[in-house]
Each structure stands twice: as structure tokens, then as C-alpha cells.
């Protein structure tokens, strides 16, 4: 019981406060070309039992960001500063021993893709029992009548034969079923789920995304939903956080989020997506160019060369974080959207015929294209 | 289709691509993966026709079908009235200058040694084309039309660009040789979804510009609603359900289509993930359907006649078709329906009962 007695001194589980919190996070890559600022101050704190949807495009550090608060991330370029604390202990700087008694029992994540997340030359029984020996303790015999439960409560039909079966044997629905499995076995607090379901068909996406927060509400388990899919968090999150190279620049309860948002990015995000309820061949609204190069992000707002409101002050002033009306509402914008502020700063732009102003609001793929065309050259609008 | 028929078929006279009954089956060491099984579409001038279907389903093998790449097991392709499997190869060669494809990762689908000017220009050159400059002239004016400088991009290689980029040099290249026809197989999938806006905007102003007919495929039901002007919902091989966006999307009538409507995350707090009418289970191995109609075992209305008799395309509306013993509207199909003749569409799409 050597390993168990440890791990509880180190956890020390405190009843009191947010189970996470995370203060001026950074996350750097040391690279042949200069330092990629991956994650670049990001603070954000999770209760107990919530939901937090961490949504933005590629290359938004959305990923890095939970990968790196988990302690994944140990090649020997990864530079990783400021401070997590998951139930008052301190993981940025925690040793690997540490942080291995924390995988599993305190922390776990469901990678996107069930398929190179599973061993596949390891029958799935020991795959899920591998953690409920290693952490628990448990006897060969009770850590497999667990692993059966387990795959019962994630909807496996025919559990006691898909312990003796091998990933490829499975579908990629009953993959991630798997994956959820093994990382719900030691009963953690937190859970990361980064993708779950992007690798799956829309119908089994439905299947996935209910089992996660059934299986989040009956364990009372705090739950990060990393995606791209603003559709994926709608319904499912209590707060949202929205990320842009490498940021959060708005965060929000989730209903906020949506009828009252405040970022241009968040804005320009929820109106370029399709929508099954508007007529076919609506226009979409889009936002010219593609995010900033993170060896050398911007020095003002990171989205200000692709923003429809942009003035001279944000390409040289960086926005901070600030609140909103509504309580836990923060973004970063010193012309917001739904204020004097920013219509009239939308309309000086269009006034100017600038590209990015005019595809945003005319959806013109041409003026986009160009768009891009002048953030790659990185020359000021 | 989770059946077969073809009462969906028009007999007008600006149909440019007609596809019979086609069947794509390939042969592995595991037996014979029913890709593609009896499935039939057309496309009139100027529409664009979206395919959409879970991964599995068959629309890409149906869209590489159409291409002959590889060419179908059988049922016919008929493309500006010339039946594609008579044609030789060079015939064919000529045939797919009219005839583009797009493939979903830009990226790959670029020879990352070659400038992008050579990419864009090599249709031109391989069908000699104009003179030298009469190409370059061409090449600048298509990257133009797609939303990049031609002067900052045309010496440039692809890994210079961003994927949305590559897509608009895919989307160029495809463009060069004043296609009829433009088959676009997951064109956006691999984009994130401020890009995807970008270049769904940029097709359908292509479109305009040009004076194309696209063939849509696509997973994303919404993104199929969006660019689409008639929508086919494909399941294991088979079609389920045509018609245009906006009657599938009210009111889909096939199952599974409805199934498929009620899975999608809708971007609206509002509006709570759907508890019921999803669907249970995966998608059957092609190598071994199931008997009757496909979607069976896994449909709610399923019957007894769903495994033992295959359902056939009729309409039930105004253009809208499906195939489904048991539909969600339109009524339950007739017995002993009157046996369709392959390759033979009905004139009046609407003597179905």
C-alpha cells in the first residue's frame, strides 16, 4: 500500500475552493526558429462537477493548453511557467512521480483518436485494469470484474467478450467508448477530453458526447471539453472559454457566450458556421486571413489584422482580459461588439473599404483572399 | 434505397451527368466490400448536387466512380451524353478536362515540389493550350478569381501556403481548363471553420462566375444544406432520401436521415442535444449487408418486410423521393411495387403511386 499511502500525502485532497485553478499559464516551444508561444497567459478556474468547453481553430494552443496542464508535455523544449493548481497542489514544476500518482486517480483525458490512443497489441481487459493495479492496488480478479463494470457503464454491449478482444476488433464508436472506460477507472476529479469525437461520424458523436456527461454527472466529476465545434459545447458546458493564439479572449457562462458576446472573434466564429435553419445558399459570414504565426504574434490584439472593427490602437496595444456585465464575462477587445465603441468602429471601416471589414460583413471570398494575403506579409492595414 | 430504383431520375434536357444503377464492389482477402450498390443520380446544368452520408456510406467511391478512377463494377455514367465506360482512353483523357475533381486535404493534393504557377498551368500545357503567354495569362487570372495575388504567389511553393490557401490553388487548378462538371469530394473538411466560410463562399461565386456544375460530397449536413440545390442522403451504399435542401431538412421522411438530423450539435444553448430518435449501434460491414433495405438494423420503424424485400425510390412530393418501406411521412410503399427497368428512367417521376 506503499504507493497509495504516498500519493494521499501528496494530494491532500482540500474540500475547500475550485478543484483547478490556473493563474498566467504559459506554455513555450524552444524551436530552431525562436520561441512558439503556444500558450501564452491563460487563467481560468473549474468548480467541481462543471463543464468548461475550451473552443478555438488549429494552432490555438487549445490542445498544448490541456495537455500542458496535465503534465504531458515533457520534451526538453517545453518551457512552461505561471501556476496550476488542481485541489491546492501546485503542478507546474511537480516532479514526474508526482504528477504520475495524479494521472489517472485525480486527472485523466480521452485523446481524439481511440485508435492510436489504445495499445493495439494489448487485449482491452489489461488495458483497462492496467490503471486499477497500478494506482488502486486492486488483485488481478477484482480490477477484471471493475474493468467489466466499466465497460457496462459506458454501453459496451457484451463486455466480458471485448476484455479478451484487441482495439482493431472494435469499432471507432466502441474504441472511444474504451478510452472513456480507462480513463474513468480510477475515479478521477477532472477529466479532459480534447476531441473526443472528432474523429467519429455525426450519429456516434451524439452516442459519445451523452455518455461523457452522463458519466460527468453521476461521478460528480469536473469535465474540460476541449473541440473546435461550437455546436459540441453548446448544450453541454456550463462556461465556455474562447481561445486565439494562444489566449482566452472571451470566456463566458454559456448562454452568455452566445447571446451576448463581445469579442469580434467569438463573433466572427459563430457566424461563419453553417446552420441547418437558414435557407440553403445563405451567405456565410467569413473572417479573411488565418491566425498569427506564434513565433512573432502580433504586438497589438492577435486578431487585430483579420478584424472587421480593428482601429490604429489595436495593432499596437494589446487588449486585457476585462469584465463584462454579466459576472464571469471577460474578454479581450478595446472595441467591443454589441457598443457604441465597436459599430462605430465597423463603420469607419467600411467606410475605408478595408478587406477585412468588407468580407466579414459581404462574405466576399476574393476580399479574404486578400486578407490573408497581406497577414502573411505581415504589413499593417 | 436503403434501395434500389431510379424514379428520382429527370428526363430533361440539361442533364449533364447521369449515373445508372451504378455499382462499385472491390475484392479483398476478407471477401467483397459492397462499396457502391445500385445507386443512381443525375445533375442538371448549373445545380449542384450534394451527397452527404457517414463515413462508410460510399460517397466518395460513388464521386471516384463517376471519374472512373477506378472505373464502376457496373451501371452505367453518362456525362454530356456519352456513356463513360464506352469511351477509350484517350477519349476519357479528353473527357476529364471537362470533368474536375477536388480532393478534401489541399495539402496533399499539390506536388509540393512544383510552383504554384506550373501546378496551376499544367492542365493547360498537357492540352497545349494557347501559347506560353496566353497560359500565364489564364493562370493569373484564375489564382486571381480564387482570392490570391497571382503576382505574389505564382513563384511560390505550396508549403508557403496556409490549407486554405492550398484549397484555392486546388480549386484553380480545377478551374484552368473551363470545366462543365466539378466533383468535390470533402473539399472543407480538412479546414477549420473560418476558412471553410471562405471557401464555401468562394465555390459558389466560382460557380456564378463560370457557369459550373458541382457534385457536393460532404459529411456535414449543414455545410450540404448550405451549398446544395438538391440534397442525396446516402447509407451504406444506397441512397435513402432526394430532394432539395430545404424539404430534407423540414422534413426528412427517411429514417435515417432524421436519425442523422437529430445527431448534429446545433451551435444554440438553447436548443438541448436531442435525448431520443438517435440512432443506436454503428454502421453493418459492407462485406456483408444486410438483407432488404441496409438501414434495418438500426432503424426504429423496421418490419419484418425490411429484411426480406428491398425498398424502392419514390417520390412522395414535389421532387422529394425516398426509399423506405416505412417512411416518417409520405406513406407506407405499396406491395409487389412494379419491378424497375436498369437504365431505363421513367419519364414522369411522379406516376409512382
Request: glycine share 8%.
Amino acid at each position: 500500500m506503499a504507493r497509495s499511502t504516498n500519493r494521499r500525502v501528496i494530494a491532500a485532497p482540500t474540500s475547500e475552493g475550485p478543484l483547478l485553478v490556473v493563474d498566467d499559464f504559459r506554455t513555450h516551444f524552444a524551436t530552431d526558429a525562436g520561441l512558439v508561444r503556444a500558450v501564452d497567459g491563460v487563467s481560468l478556474t473549474l468548480e467541481r462537477g462543471k463543464t468548461l468547453g475550451i473552443v478555438g481553430e488549429s494552432g490555438s494552443g487549445k490542445t498544448v493548453l490541456s495537455r500542458s496542464v496535465m503534465g504531458l508535455l515533457t520534451a526538453r523544449n517545453v518551457v512552461r511557467s505561471g501556476s496550476v493548481r488542481l485541489n491546492g497542489q501546485e503542478l507546474v514544476g511537480a516532479s514526474p512521480s508526482q504528477l504520475r500518482a495524479l494521472w489517472g486517480t485525480d486527472m485523466a483525458m480521452v485523446f481524439q483518436d481511440p485508435m492510436t490512443s489504445l495499445n493495439p497489441v494489448m487485449k482491452i481487459g489489461r488495458q483497462i485494469t492496467e490503471g486499477l493495479r497500478y494506482h488502486l492496488e486492486l488483485p488481478k480478479d477484482e480490477a477484471l470484474a471493475q474493468a467489466l463494470q466499466l465497460l457496462e457503464s459506458v454501453g459496451i454491449p457484451d463486455p466480458r467478450r471485448r476484455l479478451e478482444q484487441y482495439p482493431h476488433e472494435l469499432s471507432g464508436g466502441m474504441r472511444q467508448r474504451v478510452t472513456i472506460a480507462i480513463a474513468l477507472a480510477c475515479g478521477p476529479h477532472l477529466l479532459f477530453a480534447d476531441e473526443p469525437t472528432t474523429a467519429l461520424d455525426v450519429t456516434v458523436q451524439a452516442q459519445i458526447l451523452d455518455l461523457l456527461q452522463q458519466q460527468q454527472r453521476e461521478r460528480y466529476m469536473a469535465m474540460v471539453l476541449v473541440t473546435h465545434d461550437l455546436g459540441v459545447v453548446a448544450g453541454r458546458t456550463d462556461e465556455i472559454a474562447v481561445m486565439y493564439a494562444g489566449q482566452i479572449v472571451e470566456k463566458a457562462p454559456t448562454r452568455t457566450l452566445f447571446t451576448d458576446v463581445r469579442m469580434p472573434y467569438t463573433e466572427a466564429l459563430l457566424k461563419s458556421i453553417p446552420k441547418l435553419e437558414e435557407p440553403s445558399h445563405t451567405r456565410l459570414q467569413i473572417i479573411g486571413g488565418r491566425p498569427p504565426d506564434l513565433l512573432r504574434p502580433p504586438s497589438g490584439c492577435r486578431f487585430a489584422p483579420r478584424c472587421p472593427y480593428a482601429q490604429a490602437k489595436c495593432h499596437t496595444e494589446p487588449p486585457p482580459l476585462v469584465e463584462a456585465e454579466t459576472p464571469g464575462h471577460e474578454f479581450r477587445c478595446w472595441f467591443p461588439v454589441g457598443t457604441s465603441a465597436g459599430q462605430e468602429a465597423l463603420e469607419r471601416n467600411l467606410a475605408q473599404h478595408l478587406p477585412a471589414a468588407e468580407a466579414a460583413v459581404t462574405g466576399d471570398s476574393h476580399a479574404a483572399g486578400l486578407v490573408e494575403a497581406v497577414s502573411d506579409t505581415g504589413g499593417d492595414l | 434505397m436503403a434501395g434500389t430504383g431510379t424514379a428520382h431520375l429527370r428526363a430533361t434536357d440539361d442533364v449533364v451527368l447521369r449515373v445508372e444503377d451504378l455499382t462499385v464492389e472491390f475484392h479483398t482477402a476478407a471477401g467483397t466490400v459492397h462499396a457502391v450498390s445500385g445507386i443512381s443520380l443525375d445533375v442538371r446544368a448549373g445545380e449542384t448536387l450534394g451527397l452527404v452520408g457517414e463515413s462508410g456510406c460510399g460517397k466518395s467511391t460513388t464521386g471516384r466512380a463517376i471519374m472512373q478512377l477506378p472505373p464502376p463494377t457496373s451501371g452505367r455514367v453518362v456525362f454530356e451524353g456519352a456513356d463513360l465506360a464506352s469511351l477509350s482512353g484517350q477519349q476519357l483523357r479528353e473527357v476529364r478536362t471537362r470533368l474536375q475533381f477536388i480532393f478534401q486535404d489541399p495539402i496533399s493534393s499539390l506536388n509540393p515540389r512544383r510552383k504554384v504557377k506550373d501546378i496551376v498551368a499544367e492542365p493547360l500545357r498537357i492540352w497545349k493550350r494557347g501559347t506560353e503567354a496566353e497560359r500565364k495569362e489564364r493562370v493569373s487570372e484564375v489564382l486571381d478569381a480564387v482570392g490570391l495575388d497571382p503576382q505574389a504567389a505564382a513563384d511560390k511553393r505550396p508549403h508557403q501556403f496556409s490549407g486554405g490557401q492550398c484549397q484555392r490553388i486546388s480549386i484553380a487548378r480545377s478551374l484552368v481548363l473551363d470545366p462543365t462538371l466539378v466533383i468535390c469530394d470533402e473539399p472543407v473538411s480538412a479546414l477549420d471553420v473560418s476558412v471553410q466560410a471562405q471557401i464555401l463562399n468562394l465555390l459558389e461565386d466560382m460557380k456564378a462566375r463560370y457557369g459550373l456544375t458541382l457534385v457536393f460530397i460532404a459529411h456535414d449536413l449543414a455545410v450540404v444544406k448550405n451549398i446544395s440545390d438538391r440534397v442525396a442522403v446516402m447509407y451504406l451504399g444506397k441512397i435513402c432520401e432526394v430532394g432539395s435542401p430545404d424539404d430534407i431538412y423540414a422534413t426528412p421522411a427517411h429514417p435515417y436521415t432524421q436519425a442523422l438530423l437529430r445527431s448534429i450539435p446545433v451551435p444554440d444553448p438553447e436548443v438541448a442535444p436531442a435525448r431520443t430518435g438517435l440512432l443506436i449501434g454503428d454502421l453493418p460491414s459492407p462485406l456483408d449487408p444486410p438483407s432488404g433495405c441496409r438501414f434495418r438494423t438500426r432503424c426504429p420503424n423496421a418490419q419484418e418486410r425490411c429484411a426480406l424485400e428491398e425498398p424502392r425510390v419514390r417520390a412522395i412530393g414535389d421532387g422529394h423521393f425516398v426509399a423506405c418501406h416505412f417512411p416518417v411521412h409520405g406513406g407506407t410503399e405499396p406491395a409487389g411495387d412494379a419491378p424497375v427497368s436498369v437504365g431505363a428512367p421513367r419519364r414522369n417521376a411522379t406516376d409512382e403511386p
